[in-house]
């Protein structure tokens, strides 16, 4: 295929300068949002005003759903309109399925996933003359398949008292934001909740957490940056037990899966916490950017492996990365996918739903 | 970083080189099989296949038929497509204005701006720059005081944070500072920020056009996946990059973020970040790195850190003696310590050619620094005579050093026949002669199976 070919158009119109075509929204991006929106939301007229809504920071159902939609199908836009191009009513043959295997590999499926998944949909309308509306749908159900099994919300047992959950991950990721966004989410549920502060090596880290204590209102154990990270969480789990707090969330320092010394140290913060509680932590979740590539696999694999990773948070997928890796990855491991993160107020941490996450990777709704 | 991507690579090539002749069928084979491996190391799609196309070009093209070895010539347009992919020349920091000088640090949220922000200024400081950092992130809670910390540890001028002052006035004042007190950098670390984000983008634009920086820099991290192409593109048409830096390269990623942002952006990678230490900051050369994904090694970096650590003087008296053909136990030991000081392991093992394919061996070998360390207990729990003359170990020595040294008989005899090993190729090194060293490449030293050797 020459480069001018579908690339030249899908990269041409995802910087916005060489719109192939008149009908194409040179700054695709918000229009799509509200196009989108209308389109699949609860009858007419809530849709719009969530749209509305969403711009003034509501609170309330109409609120989210519509930010979810709009963080998602920021997601999806470019993948959407690919598709489209792709297929304005045309035989699904073999270019026609490479084309859509390379989209998928756009979004990080990899290659294998991205491969598998198109394949099953031949399986089914190979040679079929198809819609754009209708392989997008059926392109949506082959992940939602893969990723139903997997979207399962954070239960956390409060007759523990206190439910220890690790968070855990590799630097940047967003586990100190992720971890203040589930203790409001919590904490609005009506659930008591201490926070520890276990990120002891990064600078300015233990403030980090304890503004989010200060803005959701739960108490931080905290010490001076150096101390040793499990020795704290000892003392917060001990404090948890004297407050009988419902939920304890262990906040850790960013460390890259490779480094084997950093990562003991993880290990000996579970070894420390079990001679407490021999069944904490009682939930380890591993915090994935959704920019990330294929190292998410590695950072799994290893994580799983070092600290028995219990379930994932998907973060940052309020920007272009779709975080398809998500779909290799349950494939691959069927680890429970909790939540994902889509900015970053509060609030923005939203139940992971496999059918919308698959339709919006695919640009419907 | 690259690992992983340079072992794929020299698998596709083993099946190329060494063949007299190549058909059309054999390239277009093995280019498949290195699409998919730069796509597997998260090299954007619409490069891969600028890349393989370009690659193809020149390997059905006139210049593999009339080689005489038509696989070593299609790795070398790889090779030599790589690099011009990376870019041919490293780019120095560019500081060439009235000073104070401006660089501006952009990215998405947790690419690690304030930790190279913090790295940066070291290096500067180091070159005898008179630096300052200042935060116009006043949206990530406690940002602002990370980098004051990082000012602090990196010994350079923090800006004092007023609370509730505006990127733009920030950036101002800083740079008014700067002036004032004669500053030659002053680095602006922004905050974390979408390239979608209409709102943000143009307050970094503005902060652009507030301070005229000389270097902003996009920070993004070494694992980002197919999305870099379009943060790059993002980033660079809204706000003007001049260099990239690459962060958490240090880790197992692949990489080929690298590959993607320079080709969208045409943009030079200017640093990597290779830890969490305010130390670990590197140049970027895009050769060397184009050696190391393709299993060639980067034997200048290997030399450049060994030149740095190693003593002239016991490096020399080593020489001296390997020309001669002699090594005992007591320079196996004190190769041992050299080594130790030069890092981890892996890291440089790394960069000798041709132990990419080995990669996988040495990872189930479980090579730790440990080892060294283990190694040396029963190096030191040998007299004086049995270092010089190790013939004399025999099986009651062995118990004691075995029981000195708090390992087991096995492992003293797994030293001694590495040692034995060591020696042979040592004798064969004397005879190479410097001339042959070259000749023969590192590789050549390398006994098979040398991870096994290593492993416990």
Not at chain 1, 60 to 81: E, F, I, P, V, Y
Not at chain 1, 327 to 332: D, I, K, R, S
Not at chain 2, 418 to 447: C, E, F, I, N, S
């Given at each position: 295929m020459s480069k001018t070919g579908l690339f030249g158009r899908l990269w041409g119109k995802a910087d916005g300068r060489r719109a192939a075509q008149p009908d194409e929204p040179v700054a695709a991006e918000a229009d799509l949002d509200v196009q989108s929106i209308p389109e699949s939301g609860p009858p007419g007229g809530a849709a719009e005003q969530a749209v509305v809504a969403e711009?003034?920071?509501?609170?309330?159902?109409?609120?989210?759903?519509?930010?979810?939609?709009?963080?998602?199908?920021?997601?999806?836009?470019?993948?959407?309109?690919?598709?489209?191009?792709?297929?304005?009513?045309?035989?699904?043959?073999?270019?026609?399925?490479?084309?859509?295997?390379?989209?998928?590999i756009t979004a990080d499926l990899g290659v294998a996933t991205a491969?598998?998944?198109?394949?099953?949909?031949?399986?089914?309308?190979?040679?079929?003359?198809?819609?754009?509306?209708?392989?997008?749908?059926?392109?949506?159900?082959?992940?939602?398949?893969?990723?139903?099994?997997?979207?399962?919300?954070?239960?956390?047992?409060?007759?523990?008292?206190?439910?220890?959950?690790?968070?855990?991950?590799?630097?940047?990721?967003?586990?100190t934001t992720t971890i203040g966004k589930l203790a409001k989410h919590y904490r609005d549920r009506g659930l008591s909740v201490l926070l520890a502060a276990g990120d002891t090596f990064r600078a300015?880290?233990?403030?980090?957490?304890?503004?989010?204590?200060?803005?959701?209102?739960?108490?931080?154990?905290?010490?001076?940056?150096?101390?040793?990270?499990?020795?704290?969480?000892?003392?917060?789990?001990?404090?948890a037990k004297r407050r009988g707090d419902d939920l304890l969330f262990i906040d850790t320092a960013g460390r890259l899966q490779n480094k084997s010394d950093l990562m003991a140290e993880l290990q000996k913060v579970v070894r420390v916490i079990r001679k407490q509680d021999p069944t904490a932590p009682h939930d380890v979740l591993l915090v994935l950017d959704a920019t990330v590539g294929q190292n998410a696999h590695s950072q799994v694999e290893v994580f799983k492996d070092m600290v028995d990773v219990t379930g994932l948070i998907l973060t940052k997928l309020d920007?272009?990365?779709?975080?398809?890796?998500?779909?290799?990855?349950?494939?691959?491991?069927?680890?429970p996918v909790h939540a994902i993160g889509v900015g970053e107020k509060a609030d923005d941490l939203r139940p992971f739903e496999a059918r919308a996450f698959a339709r919006s990777l695919v640009g419907l709704d | 970083m690259f690992e992983s991507l340079s072992q794929r690579l020299s698998k596709v090539f083993d099946k190329l080189t060494g063949r007299g002749a190549l058909s059309e069928a054999d390239v277009a084979e093995a280019l498949?099989?290195?699409?998919?491996?730069?796509?597997?190391a998260d090299v954007a799609l619409a490069v891969v296949k600028d890349f393989v196309a370009r690659v193809k070009e020149r390997a059905v093209g006139q210049e593999v038929i009339k080689s005489v070895t038509p696989g070593q010539m299609v790795v070398k347009i790889?090779?030599?497509?790589?690099?011009?992919?990376?870019?041919?020349?490293?780019?120095?920091?560019?500081?060439?204005?009235?000073?104070?000088?401006?660089?501006?640090?952009?990215?998405?949220?947790?690419?690690?701006?304030?930790?190279?922000?913090?790295?940066?200024?070291?290096?500067?400081?180091?070159?005898?720059?008179?630096?300052?950092l200042a935060s116009l992130d006043v949206y990530r809670p406690a940002a602002q005081r990370q980098l004051e910390i990082l000012a602090e540890q990196a010994g350079v001028g923090s800006l004092p944070v007023v609370m509730g002052e505006m990127p733009v006035a920030i950036a101002r004042r800083a740079m008014e500072m700067g002036r004032r007190e004669g500053y030659d950098a002053v680095i602006l670390d922004t905050a974390g920020r979408l390239h979608i984000d209409q709102e943000l983008m143009a307050e970094v634009a503005q902060v652009r056009d507030a301070v005229a920086p000389t270097e902003t820099l996009l920070v993004t991290d070494a694992m980002t996946g197919q999305d870099a192409v379009t943060l790059a593109r993002e980033f660079n048409e809204k706000v003007g990059v001049t260099g990239i830096v690459l962060t958490r390269v240090d880790g197992d990623a692949r990489g080929g973020a690298a590959l993607s942002m320079r080709a969208v952006t045409g943009r030079p990678i200017k640093f990597l970040g290779m830890g969490e230490k305010l130390d670990a900051l590197e140049v970027f050369h895009p050769d060397r790195i184009a050696g190391r994904i393709l299993g060639m090694g980067d034997v200048v970096s290997l030399v450049e850190k060994a030149m740095a650590t190693i003593e002239q003087d016991e490096a020399e008296r080593l020489a001296k003696r390997i020309e001669k053909g002699k090594f005992d136990l007591d320079d196996m030991l004190s190769q041992f310590r050299q080594v130790e000081k030069m890092g981890d392991l892996k890291g440089i093992l790394g960069m000798l050619p041709g132990i990419g394919k080995m990669a996988a061996q040495l990872k189930d070998a479980k090579i730790d620094n440990k080892m060294?360390?283990?190694?040396?207990?029963?190096?030191?729990?040998?007299t004086k005579v049995e270092r010089?003359?190790?013939?004399?170990?025999?099986?009651?020595?062995?118990?004691?050093?075995?029981?000195?040294?708090?390992?087991?008989?096995?492992?003293?005899?797994?030293?001694?026949?590495?040692?034995?090993?060591?020696?042979?190729?040592?004798?064969?090194?004397?005879?190479?002669?410097?001339?042959?060293?070259?000749?023969?490449?590192?590789?050549?030293?390398?006994?098979?199976?040398?991870?096994?050797?290593?492993?416990?």
């Open positions: 711009e003034s920071e509501p609170a309330g159902k109409a609120g989210w759903l519509a930010k979810l939609k709009a963080g998602l199908s920021k997601s999806s836009s470019r993948l959407t309109q690919g598709i489209t191009t792709l297929f304005t009513k045309r035989k699904l043959d073999d270019e026609a399925l490479e084309e859509l295997e390379e989209l998928l491969g598998r998944v198109t394949a099953r949909l031949a399986k089914t309308r190979f040679g079929q003359d198809v819609e754009p509306a209708e392989v997008k749908a059926a392109l949506a159900d082959e992940v939602a398949d893969i990723l139903e099994p997997v979207a399962k919300p954070l239960e956390p047992d409060v007759s523990r008292r206190p439910h220890v959950v690790l968070v855990v991950g590799v630097n940047g990721s967003g586990k300015a880290a233990v403030e980090q957490l304890n503004v989010w204590g200060e803005r959701t209102g739960c108490p931080v154990i905290a010490r001076d940056t150096g101390a040793d990270a499990a020795g704290l969480a000892f003392d917060a789990l001990a404090e920007g272009t990365a779709r975080g398809g890796v998500l779909v290799a990855l349950a494939e691959t491991f069927g680890l | 498949r099989e290195v699409r998919v491996a730069l796509l597997e790889v090779h030599d497509e790589l690099i011009a992919t990376l870019g041919t020349e490293g780019a120095e920091l560019n500081l060439n204005a009235v000073p104070p000088v401006a660089i501006l640090m952009v990215g998405l949220q947790g690419s690690g701006k304030t930790t190279t922000s913090g790295k940066l200024a070291v290096r500067l400081k180091a070159d005898r720059k008179k630096v300052l060294l360390g283990r190694q040396k207990a029963i190096i030191l729990s040998m010089r003359n190790p013939d004399l170990i025999k099986a009651s020595r062995k118990k004691r050093i075995a029981a000195g040294s708090g390992t087991s008989v096995q492992d003293v005899n797994k030293l001694l026949k590495q040692h034995q090993q060591m020696a042979d190729m040592m004798k064969k090194v004397g005879k190479l002669g410097q001339k042959g060293l070259m000749r023969h490449g590192l590789g050549g030293l390398l006994p098979p199976g040398l991870g096994n050797r290593f492993g416990r």
